[in-house]
């Protein structure tokens, strides 16, 4: 599989670069380090703020969002827009990133913008103000915070999109986008099918509606829809995936042995990303409940 070159925060998992001078532990950080380039990036230690320091937060003075060392009162708005601006009009190939979560710089959504200084309430959210200019520039690519990437949905569905990022990448770098597509046609039709249909090769337009495709995953209902037009709507596995007496890769997996298509089970939708970056079925198999 081609290998995503992934954008992160510096401070998970990699370096101590923390207003507290410490890291933030990420299992999936951790899990991708074998099969990730990572380019790491702290844009408060960027601009000059030591470790350990006091911490920044977003502001609203005068009707505009400023970035202020509270317990200082030094306001970095100026020299964090002057590095974002040089770094994001440097920067250059990319499949996705990973920024820490709540960060007035590197937050996707949900970090406190406050009304004043050190005790004032937060009084509304927003994204983080390196995360935002970077998400202009890549508009429709793979972006998670590190919380969010606990869940197992989530995760599923970022790292499909990496891959296949990933995948587009080195396939157009090649020459290869012909075989790109029929590889990864049932992972298209899988996300969106009517926007599937609409994909050519030769269009202009045609990685701008992959990004379409692959926004959101399909909701439960659209796999059951799915699943049924390739292994019929009578099989037991998929009578359970409705009933929740199943999961989606137990429903996948079982597919694979009912399909006798090879052509079919060489898809890319069968194995999106690296069988080790799947996360364990049952974490505490090897405990002992009965243990006296």
């Given at each position: 599989?081609?290998?995503?070159?992934?954008?992160?925060?510096?401070?998970?998992?990699?370096?101590?670069?923390?207003?507290?001078?410490?890291?933030?532990?990420?299992?999936?950080?951790?899990?991708?380090?074998p099969?990730?380039?990572?380019i790491k990036?702290?844009?408060?230690?960027?601009?000059?703020?030591?470790?350990?320091?006091?911490?920044?937060?977003?502001?609203?003075?005068?009707?505009?969002?400023?970035?202020?060392?509270?317990?200082?009162?030094?306001?970095?708005?100026?020299?964090?827009?002057?590095?974002?601006?040089?770094?994001?009009?440097?920067?250059?190939?990319?499949?996705?990133?990973i920024?820490?979560?709540?960060?007035?710089?590197?937050?996707?959504?949900?970090?406190?913008?406050?009304?004043?200084?050190k005790?004032?309430?937060?009084?509304?959210?927003?994204g983080?103000f390196?995360a935002?200019?970077?998400i202009?520039?890549?508009?429709?690519?793979?972006?998670?915070?590190?919380?969010?990437?606990?869940?197992?949905?989530?995760?599923?569905?970022?790292?499909?999109?990496?891959?296949?990022?990933?995948?587009?990448?080195?396939?157009?770098?090649?020459?290869?986008?012909?075989?790109?597509?029929?590889?990864?046609?049932?992972?298209?039709?899988?996300?969106?099918e009517?926007?599937?249909?609409?994909?050519e090769?030769?269009?202009?337009?045609?990685?701008?509606?992959?990004?379409?495709?692959?926004?959101?995953?399909?909701?439960?209902?659209?796999?059951?829809?799915?699943?049924?037009?390739?292994?019929?709507?009578?099989?037991?596995?998929?009578?359970?995936?409705?009933?929740?007496?199943?999961?989606?890769?137990?429903?996948?997996?079982?597919?694979?042995?009912?399909?006798?298509?090879?052509?079919?089970?060489?898809?890319?939708?069968?194995?999106?990303?690296?069988?080790?970056?799947?996360?364990k079925?049952?974490?505490?198999?090897q405990?002992?409940?009965?243990?006296?």
């Open positions: 599989m081609s290998k995503p070159i992934i954008l992160i925060s510096a401070c998970l998992e990699f370096e101590q670069t923390r207003y507290n001078g410490q890291s933030v532990p990420s299992q999936i950080v951790r899990d991708l380090i099969y990730v380039d990572f990036v702290c844009p408060e230690f960027s601009i000059g703020l030591g470790v350990p320091r006091s911490p920044i937060r977003i502001v609203m003075q005068n009707g505009e969002q400023r970035l202020i060392q509270h317990e200082t009162n030094r306001d970095v708005t100026e020299d964090m827009i002057r590095f974002t601006n040089k770094f994001v009009a440097e920067f250059g190939t990319v499949d996705g990133f920024f820490k979560s709540k960060s007035p710089t590197m937050g996707v959504t949900n970090v406190k913008v406050y009304s004043g200084m005790g004032s309430p937060a009084i509304d959210r927003c983080g390196f935002s200019k970077i202009q520039k890549y508009p429709g690519y793979p972006v998670e915070e590190d919380d969010r990437l606990r869940n197992k949905k989530i995760r599923e569905h970022f790292l499909t999109q990496i891959y296949l990022f990933a995948d587009y990448r080195e396939s157009f770098n090649n020459n290869g986008i012909e075989n790109f597509h029929k590889r990864n046609k049932l992972l298209f039709d899988f996300y969106n009517e926007l599937a249909k609409k994909l090769i030769n269009d202009n337009n045609y990685f701008d509606l992959i990004k379409l495709i692959m926004n959101h995953p399909p909701t439960s209902e659209k796999i059951v829809q799915f699943f049924t037009k390739l292994i019929g709507k009578d099989e037991d596995i998929l009578l359970k995936y409705e009933d929740n007496k199943a999961g989606y890769e137990t429903l996948k997996e079982v597919s694979k042995i009912l399909i006798k298509d090879k052509d079919i089970l060489n898809q890319t939708f069968f194995q999106p990303y690296p069988i080790s970056l799947l996360l079925a049952e974490d505490d198999r405990k002992n409940y009965w243990k006296n």
